[in-house]
């Protein structure tokens, strides 16, 4: 019998791994201008959404029914008390770097400014460096993104640098400015405390 863990619970969000029932929640979310104002990519029509995202739901549930941990996770964000869908996250491997991730959360409009990015953000660096042998976690976002760098610095990232005029959208160039989290680096008591809380 598989008594993987598949779902972990905060003080504001539970997350799960990604399953083809979220589909339609993130084509709505991915569909909004406001969401993807700082992300590199989208707004999504719900046919390129779903192209994207089938093959991810498809590999997480083969490698859940097989008893492994996805290889690339993708989770689910719920509202821990409503049950309501209100994001996502992911650890995404770098290529040709085992034991390096990149981190990454979309929070959908209505759950914003309320904690709901950062407990994710914490997830994702309790789940690489409890859950998989990470050694690295890298973030990035647009300069113009306050929130979500800031959301990294509480999380224990760094700042390593910026890439200018990286894209361009809404007619203009916008700046990169790029982070990292090595497990090395991590104040033990915080990790400590983030096993505490998702473990729970």
């Keep these: 019998m598989n008594n993987m863990k598949t779902e972990w619970r905060g003080i504001l969000i539970k997350t799960r791994y990604i399953r083809s029932g979220d589909l339609d929640d993130i084509c709505r979310m991915l569909e909004k201008e406001s969401v993807c104002w700082y992300l590199f990519f989208g707004p999504n029509t719900p046919e390129a959404t779903r192209a994207y995202f089938s093959p991810v739901i498809a590999a997480t549930e083969h490698d859940l029914s097989e008893g492994k941990m996805p290889a690339s996770p993708v989770f689910t964000i719920l509202a821990k008390d409503a049950g309501e869908f209100c994001g996502q996250c992911a ?23 309320a904690g709901f990015g950062t407990e994710a953000c914490e997830f994702l660096v309790y789940y690489a460096f409890t859950q998989t042998p990470a050694y690295r976690i890298n973030g990035d976002a647009a300069h113009e993104n306050t929130a979500s760098w800031k959301i990294m610095e509480k ?10 005029k990286y894209w361009h959208a809404h007619g203009r160039f916008h700046d990169q400015v790029l982070y990292g989290l090595l497990k090395e680096d991590l104040d033990p008591l915080f990790l400590a405390g983030l096993k505490k809380k998702w473990e729970f």
């Design 91 to 113: 650890l995404l491997p770098v290529d040709f770097c085992p034991g390096a991730y990149l981190a990454a959360y979309q929070i959908d409009d209505g759950f914003t400014g």
């Design 155 to 164: 999380c224990g990232f760094s700042a390593e640098g910026r890439r200018r």
